[in-house]
């Protein structure tokens, strides 16, 4: 049994009041491990991937195809 089927089936047996104060000492902790290490959240912040498709590169018509040749400076097959 995992920890939360532990704790459900533990919490829906106690009265509403003390199930408040679980929810309520579950949330304390929540916020806690959520903001450990990270001075403020900014809920505006866009998407990295947002971001990502914002750059905007001049290269070569190209380098989709061509992506081994650029990335790893690999040699194109040489036509016999």
């Known amino acids: ?41 900014d809920d505006t912040a866009e998407h990295p991937l947002d971001l990502l498709l914002k750059i905007s590169i001049d290269g070569p018509p190209d380098l989709a195809e061509r992506h081994d040749y650029y990335a ?3 040699l194109e097959d040489q036509p016999s």
């Open 72 to 74: 790893h400076g690999k």
């Open 1 to 41: 049994m995992t920890v939360v089927e532990n704790i459900n089936r533990k919490v829906v047996r106690l009265p509403l009041r003390a199930q408040e104060e679980v929810l309520g000492l579950v949330e304390q902790i929540e916020a806690r491990y959520s903001n450990a290490g990270v001075e403020s959240v």
